[in-house]
């Protein structure tokens, strides 16, 4: 019996990312597993003093919020991929150009916050502050 050689699939084994870090800072990462990838951005000395804000697959454009809870639990072993991205993932990141207050809310989110874009709609993130809303000329791409 003859082996054969297996053709490889593409897989998170061997990714193109790009890191978006604040004021315009990135790192990009390529042929490297995923995990990989983040032990680098989240726990290489060369980058974690720097906090990413998200994380952007080059071949896809698929956009993960870089929330460090839920990838300290990936690293961990504690999430599967699957739920990280389920986790994570987000069809923009934006920032509030302006100091906003939401229609339903007494709460006023400074400027600069973070806002992920999901099913055309904005969601504040913050632990402590649920707050939704529509896309307005208030909001930019955080980068």
């Known amino acids: 019996m003859r082996n054969q050689e297996k053709k490889e699939k593409p897989s998170i084994d061997s990714v193109s990312l790009k890191v978006h870090y604040a004021k315009s800072k990135s790192l990009t990462s390529q042929n490297r597993s995923f995990k ?6 989240w726990e290489s000395e060369d980058f974690k003093e720097y906090d990413p804000l998200k994380i952007v697959f080059t071949n896809t454009g698929k956009t993960l919020y870089a929330d460090k809870k839920a ?3 990936y690293l961990d072993g504690d999430f599967n991929l699957q739920a990280l991205v ?3 993932e987000c069809d923009e990141l934006y920032r509030n150009t302006v100091d906003f207050k939401a229609d339903e809310s007494e709460f006023v ?7 992920k874009l999901l099913n055309k709609k904005l969601l504040l993130i913050d632990d402590d502050n649920h707050i939704e809303t529509v896309f307005s000329s208030v909001f930019e791409i955080a980068e």
């Open 71 to 73: 990838f300290m639990h």
């Open 86 to 88: 389920n986790y994570t």
């Open 109 to 115: 989110v400074e400027k600069g916050s973070l806002w």
């Open 36 to 41: 990989e990838a983040m032990i680098l951005v």
